[in-house]
């Protein structure tokens, strides 16, 4: 694992679109968004550490109805 992580291009192209839309949101606007994207963050924690435990076999997969 010593290879260096870099952006794609995409990536870099993403984060400036995404930084100028942050740049036109009036601060409610940003706060509401931080926060929802701090929740989603959180969302996906779970979900990776739900999926290595059950690729691990500690825990068994969770059941899709």
Same mark, same amino acid.
């Given at each position: ?9 995409? @990536? /870099? ?17 940003? @706060? ?7 929740? /989603? ?13 059950? @690729? ?10």
């Amino acid at each position: 694992m010593n290879e260096r992580l870099d952006l794609s291009l995409e @990536q /870099q192209f993403s984060i400036r679109a995404f930084e100028t839309q942050v740049d036109h949101m009036s601060l409610e606007q940003a @706060q509401h968004f931080l926060k929802e994207i701090y929740r /989603q963050m959180m969302l996906k924690e779970n979900m990776y550490q739900q999926f290595l435990k059950h @690729q691990w076999g500690i825990e068994p997969g969770p059941a899709f109805e």
